[in-house]
């Protein structure tokens, strides 16, 4: 009989991805208390037009799973998360107390090209910061960012944080006359850039309505590695960046544009240093996108960070994590259906002590309940004979060390505890 298959770009977890997942949540979770950032979260299923008018249209219209309700009315699986964060404040706006700093892990939903690095349900990290409208606050997520990949083992010659600012892009397309309903063509263009080889990008934009001057202007302004010194905010975030400590990762980059319509000023991608990747998470200023949903003007900054591509540079990097399999730090064996028993109150005397305790359910060969334990991880095995009953001790087996002693049973979560002191517990 065929096995069913999963559905297109959607993933198992099976216990050492979900290990993984978990270990990398603890990552998120430990650096966004560290900069003071409360836990949220948001429906995943939301109205459509929370999206509509605010996240573009190629997000909306080409990648969001769009289906109607039992009263017809279109929803969404939720493809992003700052729509809904805004919607949450904007309900709450006179009972909160800003700025506001909220962060959140959990699933979205996009129909994409399933590939490398880009999946059609995946795990994402939102971080915001709504309330303040200056550039230190940008410089303040820009920090959480870098500090995560210090936190991640991941150094500055293998990813950076490039920025941008759409205000600066907004003057410097003016200066060669792209202006208006212009701007916001022209900025998907950018984004599309390193997407498309350059012959095709540059046919592209003649398409889209540029003069042959203007793509030789763009040209110009996307090669300008000096012109972020235009930029009061830009100059002022650079500054405060260098104040967090965190300098080494940040760099200028004009072809970040990001491709969300509501991004009003900076913006920021995180790639890997030598490009091999899409971006590993985006963000940038969003200082609207409160108001656009029925609250009032509130600023904002955040980004958002996918568990996909993290993972392959980790990978790629030699970063990844030694994880143990099993949560257990210990195996109490079954030696015989007479010793049963024993063994179940042993493992949970243990579990009693605060001892993570695994219990062999069957009294198979010793050998294949210690093959086990070895193969998830567990360490120590507790090896309880009708010999060792008699006397009144237990066989206390170390499969790191390979070695074991018989001991008193009265010493037996002595030395399991003295064992476990300094092992590795992720």
């Known amino acids: 009989m065929k096995i069913t298959s999963s559905v297109k770009g959607t993933r198992d977890y099976y216990p050492a991805e979900m290990g993984l997942r ?5 990552k998120i979770r430990s650096v966004s208390r560290k900069f003071g950032y409360q836990e949220f979260d948001g429906p995943f299923l939301e109205n459509l037009e929370l999206y509509a008018a605010k996240s573009g249209e190629e997000l909306v219209k080409k990648q969001a799973f769009v289906f109607p309700d039992k009263s017809g009315d279109p929803i969404t699986l939720r493809p992003e998360l700052t729509p809904s964060l805004a919607r ?3 309900q709450r706006i006179h009972q909160l107390s800003f700025p506001v700093r909220w962060w959140s892990f959990g699933p979205f939903w996009r ?14 990290w939102n971080i915001d910061l709504l309330g303040m409208e200056n550039p230190q606050a940008d410089a303040e997520l820009a920090a959480v960012a870098c500090e995560f990949f210090r936190d991640v083992a991941l150094t500055a010659r293998e990813v950076k944080l ?27 263009l950018i984004d599309k850039k390193e997407k498309m080889k350059q012959p095709e990008w540059e046919a592209h934009a003649r398409e889209t309505g540029l003069t042959v001057d203007q793509v030789k202007g763009l040209m110009k302004i996307l090669n300008d590695l000096e012109l972020w010194k235009q930029s009061r905010e830009l100059v002022e975030f650079f500054d405060a960046v260098q104040a967090f400590g965190v300098s080494e990762y940040v760099e200028y980059n004009p072809a970040v544009i990001r491709g969300l319509d509501y991004y009003t000023g900076t913006v920021f991608e995180g790639r890997d240093a030598d490009g ?3 971006a590993l998470l985006g963000g940038g200023r ?6 656009d949903v029925g609250g009032g003007k509130i600023p904002g900054v955040g980004f958002a960070m996918g568990d996909v591509v993290i993972g392959l540079i980790l990978k790629k990097n030699g970063k990844e994590p030694m994880l143990r399999i099993a949560p257990a ?8 259906a007479q010793e049963a028993t024993a063994s179940m109150e042993i493992s949970q005397s243990l579990r009693a002590a605060g001892i993570a305790a695994e219990w062999y359910p069957a ?14 991880g567990i360490r120590l095995a507790v090896i309880l004979g009708p010999d060792e009953i008699r006397q009144g001790k237990a066989t206390l087996k170390d499969l790191i060390r390979r070695e074991q002693a018989t001991i008193e049973r009265a010493d037996l979560l002595k030395e399991i505890s003295k064992r476990l002191v300094g092992s590795p517990c992720e």
């Open 111 to 124: 129909y994409e090209t399933p590939q490398k690095g880009r999946t059609r349900e995946f795990f994402q």
């Open 22 to 26: 978990n270990w990398l949540y603890g």
């Open 329 to 336: 730090d210990v195996l109490v064996t079954t030696f015989s």
């Open 162 to 188: 490039q920025v941008n600012n759409r205000r600066l892009m907004d003057s410097a397309l003016e200066a060669i006359g792209i202006r208006g309903e212009a701007v916001g063509g022209t900025f998907r």
């Open 276 to 278: 091999e990747f899409r």
């Open 88 to 90: 949450m404040v904007a």
């Open 286 to 291: 969003y200082d609207n996108l409160v108001a």
């Open 363 to 376: 009294p198979d060969r010793l050998p294949k309940q210690l093959k086990y334990a070895d193969a998830l």
